[in-house]
């Protein structure tokens, strides 16, 4: 920090010696020989009128006082400011980089909810334990929100329907897991939070590509994909309208393999037996 005040300190002198110049001149040469610097267009003018009327030294100092005044500049990048990652001497431990203050806590960083962060509470016999409900309500925008991000994030590897055999397994990559078996089925939803934001096996963590609350909307949308794929009739509301998948793929001109099992590709099923 000492070398950007020293910087803006250094303007400071040069433009209060321009100052002292301009003003000797025009006392020292009389009102009909005023001199003007009003930018560069009449840097010319003002020392041809000078050398002109003999004032030969004046005419010196005038040019000297536009050559210092260059650099009078006082742009943000000269200002006295903090640098990250430099020295300072405003602090005894010269460092620029404060800490944290004791007993703070950084804006956006007070998660006073451990499970919508975490995804688990303290169990009985003190290990973490996951729990089979949400944070918060669970409404159709949270599912909208949630099937987005799943399409993007999770289909890649677990398929739009969750049976794990998304584009990625089909070239060849470890199977994912099948969030429609009955494994996946017994999880609690904060199950899968925990999965996304900490990774597991060959899944990495999305920690840093999907928000907290997206996360959970995530879960949501995984419980919802596994209610409708062993939903009955039963399930359906009085009065709503159910449609065939095939009736729909055949109604958006898709084939009607859209609508059956998909079956595990040969270089997938390979690839995990090999491993």
Not at 29 to 53: D, E, M, N
Not at 75 to 82: A, F, N
Not at 259 to 269: D, V
């Amino acid at each position: 920090m000492g070398r950007e005040q020293g910087t803006g300190n250094r303007d400071q002198t040069t433009c209060s010696i321009l100052a002292v110049i301009l003003s000797e001149a025009q006392r020292s040469r009389g009102p009909q020989r005023q001199v003007f610097v009003a930018g560069v267009g009449s840097r010319r003018t003002c020392i041809s009128t000078l050398y002109r009327k003999g004032g030969k030294q004046l005419a010196f100092l005038c040019m000297s006082a536009m050559l210092l005044a260059a650099g009078c500049r006082r742009d943000m990048q000269q200002q006295p400011k903090m640098r990250s990652q430099r020295g300072s001497e405003q602090f005894a431990d010269h460092r620029g980089a404060r800490p944290q203050a004791a007993s703070t806590v950084a804006r956006g960083q007070l998660r006073e909810d451990s499970y919508f962060y975490t995804g688990v509470v303290p169990g009985a016999d003190g290990y973490r334990e996951e729990k089979n409900e949400m944070p918060f309500p669970v409404t159709l925008d949270v599912l909208k929100r949630g099937q987005e991000r799943f399409n993007i994030y999770c289909a890649p590897c677990h398929s739009r329907v969750g049976n794990g055999l998304g584009e990625i397994v089909e070239r060849g990559y470890k199977p994912a897991a099948n969030l429609q078996d009955q494994v996946r089925r017994a999880q609690p939803v904060s199950h899968y939070y925990y999965v996304m934001t900490h990774g597991y096996n060959a899944m990495p963590d999305y920690a840093a590509q999907i928000a907290p609350v997206d996360r959970w909307g995530v879960a949501a949308y995984i419980r919802a994909l596994q209610l409708s794929q062993e939903a009955a009739m039963e399930d359906v509301p009085a009065g709503a309208a159910v449609r065939s998948l095939k009736e729909i793929a055949r109604e958006k001109h898709l084939a009607e393999s859209f609508a059956e099992a998909w079956p595990l590709p040969a270089s997938a099923a390979k690839q995990g037996q090999n491993q």
